[in-house]
């Protein structure tokens, strides 16, 4: 008998069933962070950069296709020591069964960081074997170091429009982000190709692309709160 149950066991834990099953208890039920500080700063000089617009997105890769999921994206504005803080958070349903967070910097006048800066998050499997239903997020301090934007205009708007369609996350996602969006539209404004037709890498300009100031103006629409909240 024991023997017939060894079988039948064994026989159970190696089929797809068992697969589906241990693939459920991987995703996490909580995804939690401890608090994200840093400073922003020249990269040449390592003087600090006032007023700089941190953003910060998460994403998971189990999305059953090639692509990320973003299910949080957050902005907040560096003090005048060039200081930024994100608090601590908790997201229920994320969906993820890992994470990794991503930071990007903007501020009028400057490129993005020198190099790409990532948030990793807490250890929670052993052996392949999820222990924890909550992804941890732990404490972590960053340096951020910009150097000043060098280029025509249009690359310019091509670099900010890009930031702010990658770090600002809607589907299934939380979200507090706009003060990167707002800002960002202040720069595309005041650009003297606002309202012109851009030439994007590898493509030629079609009559129907909107304009840098018509694409903030309808980003920012898309992706107010008020709208997000009649699609849920």
Not at 2 to 14: G, K
Not at 61 to 89: I, K, Y
Not at 129 to 138: A, N, R
Not at 162 to 191: H, P, V, Y
Request: aromatic share 10%; with cysteine; proline share 6%.
């Amino acid at each position: 008998m024991t023997r017939f149950f060894v079988i039948v066991l064994s026989i159970f834990v190696s089929s797809p069933f068992a697969t589906v099953i241990a693939r459920a208890d991987d995703i996490a039920k909580y995804v939690t962070a401890e608090e994200i500080t840093g400073v922003v700063v020249e990269a040449d000089t390592g003087k600090p950069i006032a007023g700089a617009v941190v953003a910060i997105m998460f994403v998971r890769n189990n999305t059953g296709h090639s692509g990320e999921h973003c299910f949080r994206s957050m902005a907040v504005e560096a003090d005048a020591q060039g200081r930024f803080r994100f608090a601590p958070w908790t997201q229920e349903n994320t969906r993820a069964d890992g994470t990794f967070g991503e930071l990007a910097v903007y501020k009028a006048g400057y490129s993005n960081p020198v190099r790409p800066t990532y948030v990793a998050q807490s250890r929670r499997s052993f052996l392949g074997i999820s222990f924890s239903g909550t992804i941890k997020i732990p404490k972590t301090d960053v340096r951020l170091e910009l150097k000043p934007f060098v280029g025509s205009d249009e690359e310019r708007m091509n670099e900010i429009m890009t930031l702010a369609g990658n770090f600002t996350c809607r589907w299934q996602a939380e979200f507090d982000d706009m003060m990167l969006l707002t800002s960002i539209r202040n720069e595309i404004k005041s650009s003297p190709v606002a309202d012109q037709k851009l030439t994007r890498p590898g493509l030629t300009p079609y009559h129907l692309d909107p304009t840098p100031s018509q694409w903030i103006d309808g980003t920012i629409k898309l992706k107010s709160p008020k709208v997000q909240d009649q699609r849920q």
